[in-house]
T-cell receptor, first 113, second 112 residues
Framework: DTEVTQTPKHLVMGMTNKKSLKCEQH?????MYWYKQKAKKPPELMFV???????INESVPSRFSPECPNSSLLNLHLHALQPEDSALYLC????????????FGPGTRLTVL | GNSVTQMEGPVTLSEEAFLTINCTYT??????LFWYVQYPGEGLQLLLK?????DKGSNKGFEATYRKETTSFHLEKGSVQVSDSAVYFC???????????FGQGTELSVKP
């Protein structure tokens, strides 16, 4: 299994809602990542988990809360988002954090109304 | 700091034309270099990689050679197809922080 899966594929939420994005990989990778991508731009790194511990937070607002319940799962909890948070949210994984290529999921298209 | 610069798009080619997308980088040490492709409405797929100077990465007819003397990693394909229409991202990993540094992306459109 060489796939990273993400659910849901699309999500529409209001600014007062709480929702969660989910990511799963079964490649035995020990590093997992959340990225945010705006249209026609490269992905921007948000968080890195290494061996299930948060190792990088790129100064992301607290309305985004990551969670890594185990080595295969990565969640992103969303609360009180703003319309400018609308974007494609990509999850990725790699064997370990350093140097390895990252494998990306298909993304969740988030729209905040 | 580390950075990646790609040629600006969009690039429009006819089917079977030769493709070059330029990518240059600035980095300390010996980064690993990657090309990712993003088809419309999808996530990023790793296209090819090179981890040391003079390495050539290749996949699906695409090639890129790690040139340390010119700090470049240009993507080439001898004959493009309509199905190659996508956005291509050059990226480096500095082998220290584990972060991927992306170029701005180059949109390729191939016409029949």
């Amino acid at each position: 299994d060489t796939e990273v899966t993400q659910t849901p594929k699309h999500l529409v939420m209001g600014m007062t809602n709480k929702k969660s994005l989910k990511c799963e990989q079964h490649m035995g990778h020990r590093a997992m990542y959340w990225y945010k991508q705006k249209a026609k731009k490269p992905p921007e790194l948000m968080f890195v988990y290494s061996y299930e511990k948060l190792s990088i937070n790129e100064s992301v607002p607290s309305r985004f809360s990551p969670e890594c319940p185990n080595s295969s799962l990565l969640n992103l909890h969303l609360h009180a988002l703003q319309p400018e948070d609308s974007a494609l949210y990509l999850c990725a994984s790699s064997q370990v954090r350093l140097a390895d290529e990252q494998f990306f999921g298909p993304g969740t298209r988030l729209t905040v109304l | 700091g580390n950075s990646v610069t790609q040629m600006e798009g969009p690039v429009t080619l006819s089917e079977e034309a030769f493709l070059t997308i330029n990518c240059t980088y600035t980095a300390t040490g010996y980064p690993s270099l990657f090309w990712y492709v993003q088809y419309p409405g999808e996530g990023l797929q790793l296209l090819l990689k090179a981890t040391k100077a003079d390495d050539k990465g290749s996949n699906k007819g695409f090639e890129a050679t790690y040139r340390k003397e010119t700090t470049s990693f240009h993507l080439e394909k001898g004959s493009v197809q309509v199905s190659d229409s996508a956005v291509y991202f050059c990226a480096l990993n500095d082998n220290q922080g584990g972060k991927l540094i992306f170029g701005q992306g180059t949109e390729l459109s191939v016409k029949p």
